[in-house]
């Protein structure tokens, strides 16, 4: 489970269930990098947010 660093080894999920336009995308890009799972929070201004993989969640 743990690695005793409060880190918790293998995969995860999150569901952040709201409203169109309501902010998702932007909580969970801001959470990954908070967390550091990644090194740069996306943008949905510069379309690279890594919640939103299909092209038509992107067109939005």
């Not at 918790?8 to 932007?26: E, Q």
């Amino acid at each position: 489970m743990g690695d005793g660093n409060g880190r918790v080894a293998g995969p995860r999920c999150i569901a952040l269930v709201g409203p169109f336009a309501s902010g998702k995308t932007t909580l969970l890009e801001a959470i990954l990098a908070r967390t550091g799972a990644v090194t740069r929070q996306g943008t949905i201004a510069e379309k690279n947010t890594l919640g939103d993989a299909s092209p038509e969640a992107r067109a939005h």
